[in-house]
Each structure stands twice: as C-alpha cells, then as structure tokens.
Nanobody
C-alpha cells in the first residue's frame, strides 16, 4: 500500500488542522493505521492509532483529548483532527500502515512521506 499524507501547515497556538492520509494499492481495511511525528532533533514518537474497523483507537498522552484519529475505508482515507494545537506539536507528521494492531510499537509495514505542522506561539 502507498500512503500520501497532506494537510500540514502553519497555524497559531490554539488553532486546528486536519491531516489526511490517502492510501492506494491494497484495500485500506486490510491495515491498522497510525500517525507518528518527529520534531527536529528528536526521535519519532507515536501520536495515534486506529484498528481496521475504526472502532478502537489509541492516543499518546500528550495529545489525548485534543487529537482525533478516524478512517473512511471506502474512501481509502485516514484523518488526524488536531485541535488546541500547541507549539510543542510542531513536527513532521507521518501516517503508517500495519498488519497487526500494536499502535504504539512503531512496528509498521508502510510509511508515507511526512507533512510538516508548525505551530506558532
């Protein structure tokens, strides 16, 4: 499966952005999906994960209550709605696909290119 992330940009603190991840190739419903991010000079970290049906989600503590992951298998899309953004959310965000639901493990089979999110204070 090929993944293409989009929707990043510059936003003021407190603002919102919605990231999108478009999947092509194999049926999206075959995969669990996740969002990760990597800030400059830092290691990649888990942000959110969602199972195949969309009925189970997981979030990093740092984004819980502010970010929402969702998916539309028919449209082959995965989304990350980000509200109440903070400067510390600034990072390149990546979507990823896996065969097994271990959202925080980082053990994903496919990765998209990143989309940059910059939150100004």
């Amino acid at each position: 499966v090929q993944l293409q992330a989009s929707g990043g940009g510059l936003v003021q603190a407190g603002g919102s952005l919605r990231l999108s991840c478009a999947a092509s190739g194999r049926t999206l419903s075959s995969y669990v999906m996740g969002w990760f991010r990597q800030a400059l000079g830092k290691e990649r970290e888990f942000v959110a994960g969602i199972n195949r049906s969309g009925g189970t989600t997981a979030y990093a503590d740092s984004v819980k209550g502010r970010f929402t992951i969702s998916r539309d298998n028919a449209k082959r899309m995965v989304y990350l709605q980000m509200n109440s953004l903070k400067p510390e959310d600034t990072a390149t965000y990546y979507c990823a696909a896996a065969s097994v639901y271990k959202p925080r493990s980082g053990d994903y089979d496919y990765w998209g290119q990143g989309t940059l999110v910059t939150v100004s204070s």
